[in-house]
Structure formats: structure tokens, C-alpha cells
């Protein structure tokens, strides 16, 4: 399920495709019909958005102040 795909990814090396176009640090992970947009800051995960794989995605949809 969708928790057990984000433990993953705090437990794996870095996984996912770079997305710095949309912000600075923004990375991507597929899941389903799912984008799981996180950030990993030190040692530490920080998911900022996950949203539908067919939705247009930009910088307005990940404010400077997360």
C-alpha cells in the first residue's frame, strides 16, 4: 500500500527521478496511479505532495514554505 511505498523510500538510497524544474531538491516516485513528490533533507524524507499521475503538475503546487 501506499504507507509501505513511503517507508520504502525513506529506506532506500535516494530513489526516484529528479524533478528541480518544478522546485530545487523535488524528487518523484510512481506508484500506481500516484506521483509521490518528496524532498530528503539530512537523513530524513519529507513528502510534500502525492497527487494523480494524469494531473499537470507545476511550481504552484509546491510553495517555497515547505
Known sequence: ???DKIAW??????????RDGIRPGLRLLP???RCIYFR???DTVIVSRILHAAQD???ID????E
Not at 9 to 18: K, L, M, S
Not at 62 to 65: A, L, R, T
Request: no cysteine; glycine share 8%.
Open 62 to 65: 509546491f510553495p517555497d514554505d
Open 57 to 59: 503538475v507545476g511550481s
Open 9 to 18: 523510500i525513506a529506506d532506500a538510497a535516494f530513489p526516484g527521478v529528479p
Open 40 to 42: 530528503i533533507d539530512a
Open 1 to 3: 500500500d501506499l504507507s
Open 31 to 33: 506508484f500506481r496511479r
